[in-house]
């Protein structure tokens, strides 16, 4: 099997989501073909060299350092190395995340545009705040529409990170998702007829074919920054409430997703007492 294989079984038995097991293969098949040698092998040294060789944005360098850490750490674990060789790989300091919300018209334009295939996903993006992985593995048992307040529940082995979750449904996602589900099983065939769940690039890809055929620069993600900002606003600056709706371990991850009402802010602002303006008294 070897090594990566070994620690590939070792994140299945520790329930993480296939998708995150698949960026882990893919990271070290990465990191193998840069090292030119088996990964075991590589020393401190190496993976310096290796690191000093990545140009690519500071978001995925600190991706790739990431999943190198991980795999050399589990590798010290089972005494397979004595010694974590990337450990000490230094990583570019993280921007500032913004949120990147869709634009209400667009999200309009592209719902209405959408086929049947298509709406659902979009809906649940938008609505839910859902992911491509999630909504690709999403089933009908998980869509627990009989309960009050309904609720989708995304499983571990769909969610990133492996963390399962409970998000709300709304009146107008109950209505656009339930007549459109079969009866068990996924929620959505697979494209290609096969018998599973789609891949998550496949909803991806899909989604964001169709916002670009629809003439909008957004992607399918921009919806799940869509679901929090407006359930931030909505809820009044519940952080928390969003966080857990998105899954999130650090509410700094979830405050890049959920923007703040800007006009509002804009207002509180401008309230501020200035020199030659200053606030009317009560009554005045």
């Known amino acids: 099997m070897g090594d990566v294989g070994e620690h590939l079984s070792w994140l299945r038995l520790r329930g993480l989501a296939a998708g995150t097991i698949e960026a882990r293969r893919r990271a070290l098949v990465r990191l193998a073909a840069g090292l030119r040698m088996p990964l075991l092998k590589a020393t401190d040294l190496d993976l310096a060299e290796w690191r000093a060789s990545l140009h690519l944005s500071p978001k995925t360098i600190c991706c790739y350092v990431s999943h190198a850490h991980q795999f050399y750490a589990w590798a010290v674990r089972e005494g397979l190395i004595e010694s974590n060789p990337a450990a000490r790989l230094p990583v570019p300091r993280k921007r500032l995340m913004l949120p990147r919300p869709i634009a209400e018209d667009q999200l309009l334009t592209a719902l209405v545009a959408a086929g049947p295939r298509i709406r659902p996903w979009l809906v649940l993006a938008g609505w839910a705040g859902l992911r491509a992985q999630e909504i690709a593995r999403l089933r009908r048992e998980d869509v627990l529409d ?28 109950l209505q656009e998702l339930i007549p459109v589900l079969p009866a068990r099983g996924w ?27 629809c003439g909008i620069s957004a992607t399918l993600h921009q919806l799940r920054h869509r679901f929090a900002t407006q359930m931030y606003q909505a809820s009044k600056g519940d952080l928390l409430a969003v966080q857990r709706a998105l899954g999130h371990r650090n509410p700094a991850s979830t405050a890049g997703y959920a923007d703040y009402d800007r006009l509002a802010a804009v207002a509180a602002v401008e309230a501020i007492p200035a020199p030659g303006r200053r606030r009317r008294a009560r009554g005045a």
Do not use: Q, Y
Request: with cysteine; net charge positive; hydrophobic share 35%.
């Open 146 to 173: 009989s309960l009050s307040p309904p609720l989708i529940r995304v499983i571990s082995a769909a969610a990133k990170g492996g963390d399962e979750r409970l998000v709300p449904m709304s009146s107008f996602l």
């Open 187 to 213: 929620c959505f065939r697979r494209v290609d007829g096969r018998p599973g769940p789609n891949n998550p690039w496949t909803i991806s890809r899909r989604c964001n074919d169709h916002l670009h055929a």
